[in-house]
């Protein structure tokens, strides 16, 4: 086993929180809408309802999607949205020779994708009795289309998609029980998700259990896997140059019908809208999943994540993130669209890193 290398100490503190971020996953009880319909004459083909694992899933679903919309041998489409759905969607049409329009009413910094976590783990999409029979097939082309779509981002200036040591520390041993899960809140039904069992699982690395002469932390039990994940700063960045210096073209717009679609000239349209679709589209198999971040002040020299307590902690270029996680986030998260950070939230998770941090005696080493 690699001995881990010394670590830089965290500077938790509360007063150093800089940000909150807040929004919602985009859940789709059906799975992800990949479906086409008709409006007027224009073909519109969906691309939405990514839950927890858009980052992971955009360059596979977008390819998919890319790959109906030629199927009418466009010379020009529009593109709904500028998340990461709809941006990775744009790329893909471009890169498929077409002209490409983005509308939205939102750039991607302000989009609920560039509120999330950002790292790689391509979670389940869908409640296991919804599912549809094909769901995990089309879900592992999509990861595994997604991950070589990510290779020449990697190793570029600033770091768009990089890689770090993730711990995940316990007091408790890895195999004991776990224990009861929280009831859930507001007296919601605790949802079953369709499992995606081991598919994939061979493109995420496993973690290595740390022996007590390695284990750099002062906590019990550690493991570590190396893990990949976004800087979304430079990654958005980087997006939005590409699709510009092909001759994309983005108009800020608001739609509120579907019937607006039509108005449209391209005639090939890929909607992604997000958790919008609950509402424009009245897709009522969307199911809100709230979930905030916390970024600290960036600390460069920090170059790993843990995970412990139900807190996850990740330094990324634009700040150290905290995110709180686990069955008891869940519980309170699940159906659940309020969009107003927490402070309260915010401060008890930094609170674990902060105390964590403390326990070493000077610089974690
Ligand atoms: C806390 C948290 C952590 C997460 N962590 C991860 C992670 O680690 N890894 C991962 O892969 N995923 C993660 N996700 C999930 C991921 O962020 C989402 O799946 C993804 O952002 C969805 O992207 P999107 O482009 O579909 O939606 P959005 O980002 O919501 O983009 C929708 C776009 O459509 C536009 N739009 C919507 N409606 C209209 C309209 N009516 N008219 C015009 N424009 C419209 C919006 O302006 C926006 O541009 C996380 C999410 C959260 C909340």
Redesign the pocket.
Known sequence: MDRPPALMPIRAHTDRIYDI?C????FRSKGFNLGVEQIGDAMVIH????????????WGSADMQVQKAMSKSPKKIAV????????TSALVAQRAGLDVTI??????P?????????????GTVALADEAPANLGEVWEQMVRTSWKYLRPYMGMAGNPVAWVDHYALSDTPFDAPPPPLPPMANGVERPVFYDMGNRASDIDSKPQVLTPDVNPFPVPYATRATKL?WNFSEYGHLLTQEFYSAGGKIVM????SPSELAHLPEKVIIN??????HD?WKDKAMIP?????EWMIPQPEVNYGFTYRNVECRSKSDGVMV?AVGPGQFAKSWRNSNETPDRAEAEGAVRVVEELMSRFSGRPA
């Open positions: 971020k929004c919602i996953r985009p691309n939405y309802g990514h839950h927890g694992s858009g980052w992971c899933l955009s709904i949205g500028s998340g990461i759905i709809g941006l509308y939205t009413r939102e750039l991607l302000r989009t609920r994708s560039y509120r999330a976590n950002g790292v790689w783990g391509p994940f717009r608001d739609f509120h992604c809208p997000g958790y919008a679709a424009w999943v709230r979930g905030q971040t995110i």
